[in-house]
Nanobody
Framework: QVQLVESGGGLVQAGESLRLSCAAS????????MGWYRQAPGKQRELVAT?????????TYRDSVKGRFTISRDNAKNTVVLQMNSLKPEDTAVYLC????????????????WGQGTQVTVSS
């Protein structure tokens, strides 16, 4: 059974930082693309960042977070981290970890397993 557990959310003011962490149980994650999604109330879930597997892992970001967010992974610990700096009120959402994303030529498609999510609230 695969389990993903997120932590690190909270309430901050605009301009501050948060560090989200996702711990994955099970095996095989070192070979999987991992990513963070977010969902704000009344809005569709959107992909925030991905990180590929293997050495020299490559990261991708949605345009609105480029230069502010950094995704990283530690395969030995089966964890993926999202460092979020210069937070804005529009970053407010539930952030969810996902493993096993696949790229189909048009974009990334989520994997089967999701964490429970962690709330990030940014006040102005």
């Amino acid at each position: 059974q695969v389990q993903l557990v997120e932590s690190g959310g909270g309430l901050v003011q605009a301009g501050e930082s948060l560090r989200l962490s996702c711990a994955a149980s099970g095996s095989g994650f070192s070979m999987s693309i991992m990513g963070w999604y977010r969902q704000a109330p009344g809005k569709q879930r959107e992909l925030v960042a991905t990180i590929s597997s293997g050495s020299g892992a490559r990261a991708t970001y949605r345009d609105s977070v480029k230069g502010r967010f950094t995704i990283s992974r530690d395969n030995a610990k089966n964890t993926v981290v999202l460092q979020m700096n210069s937070l804005k009120p529009e970053d407010t959402a539930v952030y969810l970890c996902n493993v096993g994303l696949r790229y189909d030529g048009l974009g990334y498609r989520p994997g089967e397993y999701w964490g429970q999510g962690t709330q990030v609230t940014v006040s102005s």
